[in-house]
């Protein structure tokens, strides 16, 4: 079966400093792959997406980078986080057409 | 472009009664629809999905939506509320080509009062 491996699931990091989110999908090939970011009373919002190892998608500019070295890996990084990049973070994979999206679990990121 | 707007942030129901929370989309190719469930700090779990079959939908939980062309709904109903249906429900749309690349609306809070 597919499973979805996000860590860590709380992270405090001060301003300037730099960040470094992984996800990992186990049972499935070539997924779709997503970060997405929740901040309080504001839903979610598609950060990057990534179709293949290497090919990333940025929905919105930001402070934030994505990287895909593998099939099913998919890390989130910043050189130097702002308070505004605080929020819930949630991966998740599909492999598109009718199939529906699955989540990670979510990391909590509070910048101090 | 594809949009969700989902009416209401919060909506409080009591125990046994019937559940309505509200979607629209706009979206100028024919949409996939979607209701997550999200219980605090965790993910989002799929309820639902429209995938152009039946227009009724049914989910997990007891809950369905019904697509309707002509209002851009997709609203999502529970006959009767169950304490356990409290948490923040998310409507999504996405295209019918490549990635999916999910549109959510805002979320709104379901609290259900005894």
């Not at chain 1, 979610?44 to 290497?54: A, E, R």
């Not at chain 1, 890996?73 to 529906?100: M, N």
Request: charged share 15%; net charge positive; proline share 5%.
């Amino acid at each position: 079966s597919q499973t979805i491996h996000q860590w860590p699931a709380t992270l405090v990091q001060p301003v300037g400093s730099p960040l470094s989110l992984e996800c990992t999908v186990e049972g499935t090939s070539n997924p779709n792959l997503y970060w997405y970011r929740q901040a309080a009373g504001r839903g979610l919002q598609l950060l990057f997406y990534s179709v293949g190892i290497g090919q990333i998608s940025s929905e919105v500019p930001q402070n934030l980078s994505a990287s895909r070295p593998q099939d099913r890996q998919f890390i989130l990084s910043s050189k130097k986080l702002l308070l505004s990049d605080s929020g819930f973070y949630l991966c998740a994979w599909e492999t598109g057409g009718y199939t529906e999206a699955f989540f990670g679990q979510g990391t909590r990121l509070t910048v101090v | 472009a594809q949009s969700v707007t989902q009416l209401g942030s919060h909506v409080s129901v009591s125990e046994g009664a019937l559940v309505l929370l509200r979607c629209n989309y706009s979206s100028s190719v024919p949409p996939y629809l979607f209701w997550y469930v999200q219980y605090p700090n965790q993910g989002l779990q799929l309820l639902l999905k429209y995938t152009s079959a039946a227009t009724l939908v049914k989910g997990i939980n007891g809950f369905e939506a019904e697509f309707k062309k002509s209002e851009t709904s997709f609203h999502l109903t529970k006959p009767s509320a169950h304490m356990s249906d409290a948490a923040e429900y998310f409507c999504a749309v996405s295209k019918i080509q490549g990635a999916q690349k999910l549109v959510f609306g805002q979320g709104t809070r379901l609290t259900i009062n005894p």
